[in-house]
């Protein structure tokens, strides 16, 4: 009897590496007005940008229903498998109780445990990796539960907009609302590292704003990591590792932020996430 991962699609992990991992990434949906697509099937990160360039309605996400995580947990657990899942923050989602309420269903059929990620983008697909790898290596549910909630409390996120429309329409603005004054003026940038939005500076410069985050990622110094710097734009992550590669000697791992977090980052959006080591 092995342990089975599965996610949702907040996790902005590539294709290659969930296939890698055996990881079952449960979809969100995205809606554009009266247009709606699943992610990762219907909507590539390509299309989803370029339609979020040219709509005039702000995209808005959709949780799973319970019954697509049902589907996933069948899928995985019905030859007798176990099954840990491991969602998105529960403070910005609905998702997880949707996988809470799929595991409640199959109670004495599958057994499925569901854990809060608290973490979004690669923060928690750097959380989904670990899991697949301890659970590979035959570590039982509670054992990778364990390890799933020390990860997240080491994980350390921060992402930098180039605009708050997006967050403040989808209502995530959270304990940043003291943001909104100076809006136009600056290029927030939002502590993530619980799980929650949080103000943490508000440089006027995109450029001030990408060597802040590589100031602070340099601040933890050897306690970094499982780095990963990430993008809506693919070309905006590489500016940020070519700003630490002088200073920070680590691997680093470049990936892309989705329509999940895109819809809710909007256009320009873009992080870094690691752990701190214990």
Request: charged share 25%.
């Given at each position: 009897?092995?342990?089975?991962i599965?996610?949702?699609?907040?996790?902005?992990?590539?294709?290659?590496?969930?296939?890698?991992h055996?990881?079952?990434?449960?979809?969100?949906?995205?809606?554009?007005?009266?247009?709606?697509?699943?992610?990762?099937?219907?909507?590539?990160?390509?299309?989803?940008?370029?339609?979020?360039?040219?709509?005039?309605?702000?995209?808005?996400?959709?949780?799973?229903?319970?019954?697509a995580?049902?589907?996933?947990?069948?899928?995985?657990?019905?030859?007798?498998?176990?099954?840990?899942?491991?969602?998105?923050?529960?403070?910005?989602?609905?998702?997880?109780?949707?996988?809470?309420?799929?595991?409640?269903?199959?109670?004495?059929?599958?057994?499925?445990?569901?854990?809060?990620?608290?973490?979004?983008?690669?923060?928690?697909?750097?959380?989904?990796?670990?899991?697949?790898?301890?659970a590979?290596?035959?570590?039982?549910?509670?054992?990778?539960?364990?390890?799933?909630?020390?990860?997240?409390?080491?994980?350390?996120?921060?992402?930098?907009?180039?605009?708050?429309?997006?967050?403040?329409?989808?209502?995530?603005?959270?304990?940043?609302?003291?943001?909104?004054?100076?809006?136009?003026?600056?290029k927030?940038?939002?502590?993530?590292?619980?799980?929650?939005?949080?103000?943490?500076?508000?440089?006027?410069?995109?450029?001030?704003?990408?060597?802040?985050?590589?100031?602070?990622?340099?601040?933890?110094?050897?306690?970094?990591?499982?780095?990963?710097?990430?993008?809506?734009?693919?070309?905006?992550?590489?500016?940020?590792?070519?700003?630490?590669?002088?200073?920070?000697?680590?691997?680093?791992?470049?990936?892309?932020?989705?329509?999940?977090?895109?819809?809710?980052?909007?256009?320009?959006?873009?992080?870094?996430?690691?752990?701190?080591?214990?």
């Amino acid at each position: 009897m092995a342990v089975r991962i599965v996610t949702d699609s907040a996790c902005d992990l590539d294709q290659a590496l969930v296939d890698r991992h055996g990881i079952e990434v449960v979809p969100l949906s995205i809606r554009f007005g009266d247009d709606e697509f699943i992610d990762r099937v219907e909507l590539s990160n390509d299309d989803f940008y370029a339609r979020m360039a040219q709509s005039d309605t702000l995209p808005e996400t959709a949780a799973p229903s319970p019954g697509a995580f049902e589907q996933a947990f069948r899928k995985l657990g019905g030859g007798g498998d176990e099954v840990v899942c491991i969602n998105l923050s529960a403070a910005l989602s609905a998702t997880m109780q949707s996988a809470a309420a799929a595991a409640k269903s199959l109670e004495g059929e599958i057994a499925v445990t569901v854990v809060d990620s608290r973490a979004l983008t690669l923060g928690l697909g750097n959380i989904v990796i670990a899991a697949a790898e301890a659970a590979a290596a035959g570590a039982t549910p509670a054992e990778i539960v364990a390890k799933v909630e020390d990860l997240s409390d080491r994980t350390r996120m921060w992402g930098m907009l180039d605009t708050l429309d997006n967050l403040l329409k989808g209502g995530r603005i959270g304990k940043a609302q003291q943001l909104m004054g100076s809006v136009l003026s600056i290029k927030p940038i939002l502590d993530m590292s619980t799980g929650e939005v949080h103000e943490a500076a508000k440089p006027r410069t995109r450029k001030k704003g990408l060597l802040w985050l590589r100031d602070k990622v340099l601040e933890f110094g050897d306690d970094v990591e499982g780095l990963w710097v990430m993008a809506g734009d693919p070309d905006d992550a590489g500016e940020l590792v070519d700003l630490l590669a002088p200073d920070y000697h680590g691997a680093i791992g470049q990936g892309r932020i989705g329509p999940v977090i895109g819809t809710h980052g909007g256009p320009g959006v873009m992080g870094v996430s690691f752990w701190v080591k214990p």
